[in-house]
Structure formats: C-alpha cells, structure tokens
DNA sequence: AGCGAGTAAGACCGGTCTGTCTGCACCTTG
DNA sequence: CAAGGTGCAGACAGACCGGTCTTACTCGCT
C-alpha cells in the first residue's frame, strides 16, 4: 500500500492523510505503530531493499547467468527489461537522497541502501576473482546509477550502453 | 538570489514566501514579474544552464584541455574539483526531474537542458572524430550523472572512476 | 453480563504552502 | 498641486501538512 505509493510517486509526495484513507485505518491506528511519518518510510526503505534490491535485481541477475561475471553483467540485462515497464519508478534510494539531502537521517539511510546495492556487486566481484573489488563495485555503481537516471529521461538504450561500459570495466580488473 | 537558493536546497523546500523576504521585494511585484512559482523554477533551471552547465564545467573544461579529446576528459577533473567543494550540491536538473518526475513540465524542462549537456558533449565528440557521436555522447552523459550521484553519496573518487571508464569509451569510439 | 483494549472516523491544532488583495508611502509627469 | 503608476508590507484565502485527541463502537476475556 504505502509501498506502491512511495514507489511510484516520491516520499514528499504522499501525504499521512492519503495514507490513512487509502488503508481503511484510523490515523491514531497508524500513529500508534509508526511514531511519525519518517518512520514509515524507514520501514518502506528496509522493503524496499528485499523486493526490489534483493529480490528483483540482484536475485534475477543472478537467475540469469551462471558464472559470477555472467551474473555481473546480466544485471544490466534485468534493468533493460526494468527500464521498459510502463511503471518504472526510478530508484527510491536515489530519489530520496537527492529529495532530502545526504545530511537528512532518510538520506543517510538511503546512502547505506546503496551501500548495500554495492555491497552485491562487491561479493560477486570477488567471486569472480577480480581485482580490487571495492573499487570495482563503486565503479560498476557509477554505471547502474547513471543508467537509471539516463532511463528517466527516457533513453531506453540506457540498459545496453552502461552494459558495454561495465564489460571493459571487468576486462580491466581481471588478474 | 533564488538562484543560490534554489540550487543549494532543492525547489520544493524554498518557498515564495521566503523568496519574497530575502529579495526585499512585495509579493505582488514578484507575481507581476511571474506568474507562478514554476515561471521562476524556469527561469532559473536557464540560468542554471549558463552559469553552471556552459560557464562552469563545459567552459573550464575546454579551458584545461587543448584537443576536444583532452577538453572531454578534462569535464571529470572539473568534476573532482566541484565534488571537493563544501556547498556540493549535486546537479539541479537531475534534482527536479526525480523530484518532479518526467511529465511535469519542470520535469521536461529538465530534460530538455540534460540534453543540451549531451549536446555539448556530442559537439566535442565530433571534433575529435568519433564513432557515432550520438551514442558516445550518451553512454559518456551515463558516466557524468552517475559520478554526480556517487559525489552525493560522499565517494570522492567518483570523478576519478568516471574518468577511467570514459577513457575506456573514447578507445573504442575511434575510427 | 460487564469490563477494558483496540480501532474507525474525524475534529482539531499549529504550521506550511501558493496565490490574491488591500492599504499606504513614494515618485514621476502634467 | 493633482493624478496616476509603482512598490513595499502584510493581511487574507483556501488548501494541505504532520501530528494529537475525542467520540463512538466492536470485540474478546473473565
């Protein structure tokens, strides 16, 4: 419920009220599990990690592909196919860190989803065996944050352009 | 003086309200300068594209560097420089697009000024005699917004990352 | 049966937002 | 001097925000 709506129309943008209505719960009810609105929206993050980051990108990537590189670079293949749904959403982690600031405690809670984001590549980086896994998961990052925004904008190609740039990033950190 | 504002907090957290009082100017003479508030998100998001997009970084890029190729390469330092500067604060139109989305008009205007920074990127790529400049343009315009995001989530290297994929890119759009 | 916990519905509070309108001082032009 | 335009200051409208609190009702438990 309030997932859908942060999802797809931005925290700011979906109000306690609507909320309350939507859910068919009286707003003392919601109060009562949630002390405030931000913490709604820590719960939603913490979803927002298992469905989307867990479940959706990284597990399908690695439905996808056998070899950890494989599974590196299909990951691009599930955003291709993420990029086309008529309800792409972007990302919430980048939305919400670019809407509240990295110095706001959502912004930083964003900034440690995405840390986790890298923190996937990061493990199958060293799977692979490649070299420095840090660097190459923050690089790899870069590619996958782009491509979403390029997305946005209505770039459907965004998918297979940051693809080819993530197999030279791969060729470059193999031993 | 909304310009600075605007760019350091974000649209929707500064008011008219506040605008009016740090300008020193009558609510009714600023609605008879605009007509709303998105009149003079407009106006700003052109001034943004002047003094930051053309003067800031596509300006002291061609600054740094002789060759168009030098001058592309040259935007990731003048990335590292403003990431290092204290009032970082990530890039306006990628800001508004998320915050707004895609369909709002602020959302398009947003938009249609990330394109001309792809434009500008395309230009040089031409001097330089690329491959397919369109798509180099765009595959290198993944690299800047995603260091951007890297740069708001504090990586400091993220201009640095950037660079060494985009000199990976421009190898393989030589003739 | 009687009691208390939980909940839906929604009034209410202080504050915010964009945008309009009024009052008053000033300043230029005839 | 007089008229009219201009601009500042700020009240006001109408809507919405997050959050609190009251009221009435329905349950489950003893």
């Known amino acids: ?6 999802s ?4 700011r943008d979906v109000g306690v009220n609507e909320l309350i209505e939507r859910s068919g719960v009286a707003k003392a009810t919601f109060y009562r599990h949630f002390p405030s609105k931000d913490a709604l929206v820590l719960a939603f993050l913490e979803q927002r990690d298992q469905v989307w980051t867990v479940d959706a990108i990284v597990g399908q990537a690695k ?7 494989e599974q590196l670079l299909a990951i691009f293949d599930v955003f291709g196919d993420w990029f ?6 972007a990302c919430s982690f980048i939305n919400i860190l670019l809407e509240m600031g990295p110095a706001h405690p959502l912004g930083q809670a964003s900034i440690d989803y995405l ?3 890298r923190g996937h590549v990061q493990a199958l980086a060293e799977q692979a065996g490649l070299d420095r896994p840090e660097d190459f998961a923050r690089s790899w990052h870069i590619l996958m944050k782009g491509s979403i925004v390029s997305a ?10 940051a ?8 060729e470059h950190h193999r031993s």
Do not use: C, H, N
């Open 163 to 170: 693809q080819q740039m993530a197999s030279w990033l791969i």
């Open 63 to 69: 439905l996808r592909g056998t070899t950890p590189t």
């Open 1 to 6: 419920m309030a997932y859908e709506l942060f």
């Open 84 to 89: 086309l749904r008529d309800d792409f959403e």
């Open 152 to 161: 946005t904008e209505g770039d459907t190609q965004a998918a297979k352009r």
């Open 115 to 117: 840390a986790r984001i």
């Open 8 to 11: 797809r129309r931005g925290v």
